[in-house]
Each structure stands twice: as structure tokens, then as C-alpha cells.
């Protein structure tokens, strides 16, 4: 049997003939509507062809029925892909509520998602892990979590990614806060610098490898900061070695000296420059996303005035923050196939869903349809569906947005605008639905035992 068959390449169904060897006993699993992977050579409609030519006396068997979602979100899923008819399900559940919200900026919209879903946690009975928010791109996810995080809103990044705090570039720049505070109060006795020279005496790289900061650090569990003066003139190091541990003991001095004028905000981005932070990403492979995750640091610490309170407060989210039972954040795509009870799909705007390279490559981006499909049929009972305004770039300049183009084919009657802190009222009033049915009881509803 082959699941997800609608995203299967002509490659891999000519690799899972040869498996059959002219054998015909094969069951595939698919929906058109969720055909989401033509971007890695998946095409559906080829295969689909393919495989009737091949497999001329198959059965072919639809199902009628939805158990996931109510009666509300799959209409407004459906709605997103009319042209394919096994979208337009009858749904067993009892109803769902979808609303839609318009913010005015990626920051505000971050912010009522972290607002709705403390609420519909402290004061419904939800667990953070029955929610999730959904991104089309991993970029939006930063002022996601800087929204879940200043409301004390746990998370979990689905797929490869880290949190914004933990992630190394951030964790580095942390490392250099810390040093230069330590200097600034004139402590350079301090112990609690957890390894924070370590983490930045070759970054960016200044030809300080792994052997020289062996030598550097001796028996000595990370290096610290009288260790760092040694080196420049430990005769076992390399005269280049020697040459760029001045330098970055300059440079932490130089700096040091400017934390009481210097703003948090001011003092990252002199990091980035007197570092030649920022060149050294640029030349980087995936330099940009990790300069995009500095500069989410550097806004964050926009609402601080002094370097030792931005600290504290940092560590505190970065403790905070995540939690294995937390608020699921993803991308669409990595959510294909899961459910939550409440989903929230961000960034409903043109540019995003669509994605603006669908838009300037083809009139209908039916693939981006899809997408929407999918992301909406996630949700169970609750749907939130946002857009905001207008956003600021990374140059600083503010663009004014446009709302999903896919917003407009929702029915309206299924729709409720947004009424902030009432959005589970009329769906999660009264007994809280059970969220915990095991597979083998969802399997025996399934078959009416």
C-alpha cells in the first residue's frame, strides 16, 4: 500500500512496479486536493494516468465522509479547491467555528494568537498541544515566537528548526552581550559567563580552530577571560592565533566601554558591524536566514534601555520558552496529514499564501490553493484565519499588504470577523470535547463497533 500517493514522482511509481514484478495486488492513497509537492517532481496528474494505463481493472473507492473537521471548515476548505469533488465531504463532527481576523501588522497579529490561545487554554480546557499556528514560510515564525514567548505561551518548532532563542547565531550574540557586560561592571573575575568565550572566539571566524582553543583553554573547562589574555602571548600558539586574540580582546574592551551609552538594540548591531558579522554571513550559504535571526534579537531589544535587564530578560524567554508540551508551530507543509483541535493559519496575505513567486509565475497558483486546503483542514473544531496590514522590512521600510486573494472565495455564511477574547464562544462552551481518542478507538468508531 502506498500513502500520500498524490505527491508520489513517476520515478518512485516505476521504482514500486519493479518492487510488484508484474504482480497487481497494489492499494494507493491519495487526494488531488492535497497534491502540494510539484515544487520536488511531484505530478499527479501524469501518474494518475500512468497508473490507469497500467492497472486497467482497479476499483476505485471514495470517501464520503470527513471525522476530522466540522461541517464549517470543510466547506471553507473546500472552497479553495472547488474543481476537485472529493473535498465536498459531509462531516460527522458536531460544529466548527472559523473566523478571520485582520491585524495591522505581523507583530499584532503575533500577538492576539498568543492572546486567544492562553485563553482558550486558561479558560476552555485546551492543552497548549491542542493548538497549533501555521506558516507557509519558516520567516514568518520569528514574530510568531516573539509574540508566544512575551505572553509566557510554550512552543514546539515542527521539523528541523530551533528557537529563535537557541538558535546559534542568537546564542552567540548572547555570548558576546555577556562578556561585554561582565567587563562594563568591571567584574572580569566572573564565573557565570557558561562557556560564552568559548562559544565566540571564532565567530565570525578568526582563525581560532578547535586545536588552538584547546591549547587556549588547557585543563580548564571552557576558556575564560584571563585565559584569553594569556593567549596573547602563549609562545605554543601560532603568531596568527596570538594576533586574533588581541584583536577580539580589543574588541571587547572597545565595546565594553560603550555599554553605559549604547542602547541593547545599539549595542547588538555595533556587535554585527565592529565584527564584520554581517559580511561574513553574506558570503555564507544560509547567511541571510541567520542575519534575519540577529536583527529578530536586535527588535526584540527595542523595548530595553539597559544591556544587564535586556540579559535577564532574554535568559528568562530562553528558559521559558519551549516545551515539549507546547503550542505546535509548523509549516504547511510539515503539517500535512496531523489534526489539533484549534489551528491558526498567519499570514493569509498576497505574497505569502500565495506565495509570491506562484503568483508572478502562473495566473491561478493552484498548487498555493491546495496548500490553503490543506492548512484549513487541519483544524478540528476552531479555525483562525489572519492577515495583516502592513509589514516592515528588514531595510525598515513599511509595505502595506494586501489580504489573501483565497480569503475571498470563503463562503461568508461560515464566517465570524474576529471579537477579541471571544473566539471559542458558541464552540467550546460547556463539555469540553475529547481530544485524547486513541487510534484503536477512532478505528473502531470508524467501523460502527
Request: charged share 25%; hydrophobic share 40%; aromatic share 8%.
Amino acid at each position: 500500500m502506498v500513502d500520500e500517493w498524490q505527491d508520489s514522482t513517476l520515478t518512485e511509481y516505476r521504482f514500486i512496479r519493479a518492487l510488484l514484478n508484474g504482480n497487481q495486488n497494489l492499494m494507493v492513497v491519495g487526494s488531488p486536493a492535497q497534491a502540494i509537492y510539484a515544487w520536488r517532481g511531484g505530478d499527479y496528474q501524469a501518474l494518475n494516468e500512468q497508473f490507469r494505463q497500467d492497472f486497467e481493472e482497479l476499483t476505485e473507492i471514495t470517501l464520503p465522509e470527513c471525522r476530522r473537521s466540522g461541517p464549517q471548515i470543510v466547506r471553507v476548505g473546500a472552497a479553495v479547491v472547488p474543481e476537485e469533488q472529493e473535498v465536498w465531504m459531509h462531516s460527522r463532527q458536531a460544529d466548527s467555528k472559523v473566523v478571520v481576523a485582520s491585524l495591522n501588522n505581523d507583530r499584532l497579529e503575533a500577538d492576539a494568537v498568543a492572546q486567544e490561545i492562553k485563553s482558550l487554554v486558561g479558560e476552555h480546557g485546551l492543552r497548549w498541544q491542542d493548538c497549533a499556528i501555521l506558516v507557509r514560510t519558516w520567516s514568518q515564525s520569528i514574530a510568531i515566537e516573539r509574540g508566544l514567548v512575551n505572553h509566557g505561551v510554550p512552543y514546539v518548532l515542527y521539523g528541523d528548526n530551533a528557537p529563535l532563542y537557541d538558535r546559534k547565531e542568537v546564542r552567540e550574540m548572547r555570548a558576546y552581550l555577556r562578556i561585554i557586560q561582565m567587563l562594563a561592571s568591571g567584574n572580569d573575575q566572573d564565573t557565570r559567563l557558561h562557556g560564552a568565550i568559548d562559544q565566540i572566539i571564532n565567530t565570525p571566524a578568526r582563525g581560532i580552530g578547535p586545536a588552538s582553543q584547546r591549547l587556549i583553554r588547557g585543563d580548564h573547562a571552557e576558556i575564560s577571560w584571563y585565559q584569553l589574555m594569556g593567549a596573547m602571548v602563549n609562545k605554543n600558539l601560532r603568531q596568527q592565533v596570538r594576533q586574533a586574540t588581541q584583536e577580539l580582546f580589543d574588541l571587547l574592551n572597545r565595546l565594553s566601554k560603550k555599554a553605559d551609552v549604547l542602547t541593547p538594540q545599539e549595542m547588538i548591531q555595533a556587535v554585527i558591524r565592529e565584527t564584520g558579522w554581517e559580511q561574513w554571513l553574506n558570503e555564507e550559504l544560509g547567511g541571510n536566514k541567520k542575519l534575519r535571526n540577529l536583527k529578530a534579537l536586535a527588535d526584540e531589544a527595542l523595548q530595553f534601555t539597559e544591556l544587564p535587564v535586556f540579559l535577564r530578560a532574554v535568559e528568562e524567554k530562553a528558559r521559558s520558552a519551549v516545551s515539549g508540551d507546547g503550542v505546535a508551530i509548523s509549516t504547511i507543509h510539515s503539517a500535512k496529514g496531523l489534526e489539533w483541535p484549534a489551528v491558526f493559519v498567519v499570514g493569509l496575505n498576497e505574497g505569502i499564501l500565495p506565495h509570491i513567486k506562484a503568483i508572478e509565475s502562473q495566473p491561478d497558483p493552484a498548487e498555493e490553493r491546495r496548500l490553503a486546503h490543506v492548512a484549513f483542514t487541519r483544524a478540528k473544531h476552531l479555525l483562525f484565519l489572519s492577515w495583516f496590514r502592513e509589514r516592515t522590512t528588514e531595510s525598515g521600510r513599511i509595505v502595506q499588504m494586501k489580504p489573501s486573494r483565497f480569503l475571498a472565495m470563503l463562503p461568508k455564511e461560515d464566517l465570524h470577523d474576529y471579537d477579541p477574547g471571544n473566539l471559542a464562544d458558541g464552540i467550546l462552551d460547556g463539555n469540553i470535547p475529547n481530544f485524547d481518542t486513541s487510534p484503536a478507538e477512532a478505528f473502531a468508531s470508524f467501523i460502527g463497533q
